[in-house]
């Protein structure tokens, strides 16, 4: 009898064993999961970021651009404007030469 409980003991001990050490394997698999997980998590999150940085850099490079590209065009305007005045002037100037001739 007293050889059947312990045979029981045995077989129960063993099947603990195993059960325990299935239970350690999946304890470790799902925290290499978890693991490999947070990794790539963090890698894409990284990832993300450099890309926002890059964009918000390029934003920035082109609203300066913009900036300087209105103040040379109001500048070329400007001269625009000055360069009508003067050829509306000479041609005052023409027509009062050529009236001038034909008296």
């Known amino acids: 009898m007293y050889r059947d409980n312990f045979r029981i003991l045995r077989i ?4 603990a064993v195993i059960i325990a050490i299935l239970g350690v394997l999946a ?3 799902y925290g290499f999961s978890l693991f490999w997980a947070t990794f790539a998590a963090g890698i894409t ?3 993300l970021l450099i890309i926002i940085l890059a964009l918000l850099i390029l934003s920035i490079y082109l ?3 913009m900036l300087l ?3 040379e065009l109001k500048k070329h305007l400007n001269e625009l404007e000055q360069a009508k005045m003067e050829l ?3 041609r005052s ?3 009062k030469l ?5 008296d």
């Open 63 to 65: 609203w300066i651009r």
């Open 93 to 95: 100037k023409l027509k």
């Open 12 to 15: 129960i001990l063993i099947i």
């Open 27 to 29: 304890y470790f698999i």
């Open 98 to 102: 050529e009236t001038e001739d034909n």
């Open 88 to 90: 509306n002037i000479c």
């Open 45 to 47: 999150i990284g990832l």
């Open 69 to 71: 590209l209105k103040r």
